[in-house]
Structures are given as C-alpha cells and as structure tokens.
C-alpha cells in the first residue's frame, strides 16, 4: 500500500523559507515520478514541481522558478521541496504526489497522478 506523507509546513514572513518533506513507502518508487502541487483557498490545485526519481530529471512551474527546487533522497525515500523567497501569494496547502513515469498525459497535470497525501498548510504573511 502506497503512502506519502507530507510534513514541514508552517507559517513564515515573506522573504523566509521552509522545507517540505514527503515520505514516501509501499514500493519501489525509482520509476516514478514524484510532485509538489499546491492548493489555495477557492482555487484549483497548480502544479508546482516535480522529479523524476531514477534520472533526477526535475521541472517547476514559472511561478516558483529559481525560488523552489525539488530533489529526493534514494536512502530516505523521501523528496523534498526547499522554498526560499516565499512571497504571500505562495500560501497554499502542498500536496505530494506520485505517478509511474510511464505514465502518458501531461506531468503538469494532477490527474495524471495516482497516489497522493495529506496535504501540509503553509502560510506567507506579508
């Protein structure tokens, strides 16, 4: 059973930043590709990053460019994302999620993952 657990979210003041971590268990995810998406309130879920587990292969949305970069730990099963120089409109709930990377359609897209977590809040004030 395939688990992914977020967790480092929290509040922080515009110009700080925060690292995102996602547990990942249930198998062997080295042909899988892993992504961040976020959520906020009244809007659609965006893509945000994501990494293709055995190349290190990564992509981000123009929005988080130079500011987010996703990597993964192949000892840890985990991915992360470190963020730096949030901004207020960075407020959302990040999501984790999971998809084999022979999967076809767009990795933009949120439909074309399978697995997901919880979810972790994280908060910008200006």
């Known amino acids: 059973q395939v688990q992914l657990v977020e967790s480092g979210g929290g509040l922080v003041q515009a110009g700080g930043s925060l690292r995102l971590s996602c547990a990942a268990s249930?198998?062997?995810?080295?042909?899988?590709?892993m992504g961040w998406f976020r959520q906020a309130p009244g809007k659609e879920r965006d893509f945000v990053a994501t990494?293709?587990?055995?190349?290190?292969?990564?992509y981000y949305a123009d929005s988080v460019k130079g500011r987010f970069t996703i990597s993964r730990d192949n000892t840890r099963n985990t991915v992360y994302l470190q963020m730096n120089s949030l901004k207020p409109d960075d407020t959302a709930v990040y999501y984790c999620?999971?998809?084999?990377?022979?999967?076809?359609?767009?990795?933009?897209?949120?439909?074309?993952?399978?697995?997901w977590g919880q979810g972790t809040q994280v908060t910008v004030s200006s």
């Open positions: 999620a999971a998809a084999p990377s022979s999967f076809g359609g767009s990795r933009y897209l949120d439909s074309t993952y399978d697995y």
């Open positions: 249930g198998r062997t995810f080295s042909n899988y590709r």
């Open positions: 990494i293709y587990w055995r190349s290190g292969t990564t």
